[in-house]
């Protein structure tokens, strides 16, 4: 379980994160939605302590991790994967070679037993053949599939997805949908989604909260979002350009 | 993002966030702490394992062998010239016949100074900036956050092993441009305008010290550390997408330059002129 507390961000005058309370709930599928550059990435990254908070706690597993020595923070890190919006593959490094990379310092597994199990990461994701390409061989959607086999092959137990179909066409968007749900259901992870896209967020979420002016202004099921009767929610899910939303 | 340093993840403190009215000492006191803090970590991470030797390997060839025809080429023309000044000097100020004992003049001058700074300056224009632009790019492309997550330390994982490159592949260099530069020098001097070889070879091998060589070579090393923690550091504070990428590479290549020539004339006064004879 990860409970997050009265964490405040900010970036010189820009106050990203005013005060974020959520606790996501071990095995759930949690969708974060927000506008573009509403703090969704920062607050996700702060998770897995690529950025550390101006005040505030994170508990992972009742472990608080904001204060943790970096030593110690891999230890943490080890339960998390991260799929990142254009996928963060190594451009130096073939298919393989990036799958195998967690696998490789977080596991002490023999080199065959890595590959071996990169090997089985990308055919989880469906992708074949494709091992001894380098990243700028591969479509946008491939990326994204590449990384997200990055991400499952060592098997952590939370998995953040960082906008898993911006960039993508409606139908590769939709398989890594499926991705999502085929995760959650085969290795039973924890996932963190956050995105704008309202079609992704009903397909894949238990639970849906909503970051708004750096705070968490509704959490609840899709159903109770798609219903609630507060209009900056309403706006947003309904994509309409007039409303309490007003900054472009 | 703006005021972190995501080599170490550990946060600025808010008064150590840049502000749009800071002074300039304070910012050049700022600057100088990444890149002690960064040294300090490279330092640090030279001595601890896992050492990434597959990367250090790459750095070795991206450095060194990939370097050898700027070098071969600077190193030719630098001899040519620096001969063909040496000739003009002993012909127009001791007299016709005098160029011969330009021999040790001209390969300590080469294996002291010249070679050494030209050889720097090459390396760090052709590597320095590549370094930048590299470590930039992952940088912006979220690689360095992806190679956190998955466990590498981005110091240990991209600094350490092209400092080591670095530090090693620069004295090779510079060994290499040695002698070009001197075959370089001769044969201006031997073949363009006849000068005596016999005394040219006899003055060049008597009055040319080992330590000559070598002091060039512990410079070099010192420029390879310089351009290494420059461009890596240059590339880990890239922002602002691909326009950062281009002002990092450009800022590497710049700072390395200048602190190359600084460093060398504190090096060359700091060094002995000889070991004694």
């Not at chain 2, 910012?27 to 960064?38: H, I």
Request: proline share 4%; aromatic share 8%.
């Amino acid at each position: 379980m990860i409970q997050i507390i009265d964490l405040h961000k900010s970036f010189g005058e820009n106050r990203v994160l005013q005060g974020v309370n959520l606790t996501i709930e071990k095995g759930e599928t949690l969708v974060i939605i927000g506008r573009s550059g509403s703090g969704k990435s920062v607050l996700i990254k702060h998770l897995i302590g690529l950025i550390r908070p101006d005040r505030g706690e994170i508990y992972v597993d009742g472990v608080e991790t904001t204060c943790l020595k970096e030593d110690k923070l891999g230890q943490i890190r080890r339960k998390f994967a991260i799929l990142f919006q254009g996928a963060a593959l190594f451009d130096s490094l073939t298919v393989l070679q990036n799958v195998s990379f967690g696998l490789e310092k977080y596991t002490d597994f023999s080199q065959e037993k890595i590959e071996e199990l990169a090997r089985e990461a990308l055919q989880r994701v469906g992708l074949r053949e494709v091992e001894s390409l380098m990243p700028h061989e591969l479509s946008g959607g491939m990326k994204k599939r590449v990384g997200l086999a990055r991400a499952i092959a060592y098997r952590p137990e939370i998995i953040l997805y960082d906008e898993p179909s911006t960039g993508i066409d409606p139908i590769r968007a939709d398989a890594i949908n499926d991705l999502i749900i085929q995760m959650k259901k085969e290795l039973r992870v924890t996932s963190v989604v956050i995105t704008h896209d309202m079609v992704s967020t009903y397909k894949v979420a238990d639970r849906v909260a909503m970051l708004y002016k750096g705070k968490i202004i509704k959490v609840g099921a899709p159903d109770e979002i798609k219903n609630s009767e507060n209009p900056v929610i309403q706006q947003f899910i309904t994509g309409a350009a007039v409303g309490p939303i007003k900054e472009w | 993002m703006r005021g972190s340093l995501i080599w170490n993840s550990k946060p600025l403190k808010p008064k150590m966030v840049p502000q749009k009215k800071q002074n300039i000492f304070f910012f050049f006191l700022q600057q100088m702490g990444e890149v002690g803090l960064l040294l300090g970590q490279t330092l640090k991470g030279l001595f601890t394992k896992p050492w990434e030797k597959r990367n250090f390997i790459h750095q070795l060839e991206e450095v060194g062998v990939k370097s050898l025809p700027v070098v071969s080429l600077t190193a030719a023309f630098g001899g040519l010239v620096f001969g063909l000044q040496t000739y003009i000097g002993f012909h127009r100020y001791i007299g016709p016949g005098s160029e011969a004992y330009g021999g040790p003049i001209i390969s300590l001058g080469l294996a002291k100074e010249l070679i050494p700074i030209l050889v720097g300056l090459m390396v760090s224009g052709r590597v320095g900036s590549a370094m930048a632009a590299e470590i930039g790019t992952m940088r912006i492309t979220e690689q360095i956050d992806a190679l956190i997550s998955l466990g590498a330390n981005p110091v240990r994982y991209l600094v350490v092993p092209r400092m080591l490159a670095s530090i090693i592949m620069l004295p090779c260099l510079t060994l290499y441009g040695d002698i070009i530069g001197m075959l370089g020098g001769y044969f201006y001097n031997i073949f363009l305008m006849g000068v005596n070889r016999y005394i040219y070879l006899r003055n060049t091998l008597l009055y040319m010290e080992f330590w000559d060589v070598l002091s060039g070579l512990i410079k070099a090393g010192f420029f390879g550390g310089i351009i290494a923690i420059v461009g890596c550091w240059q590339g880990l504070k890239t922002e602002a997408g691909a326009a950062g990428v281009g002002r990092a590479t450009t800022r590497a290549v710049v700072i390395s330059s200048i602190l190359i020539l600084i460093f060398n004339f504190f090096l060359s006064k700091a060094l002995p002129a000889d070991l004694g004879r």
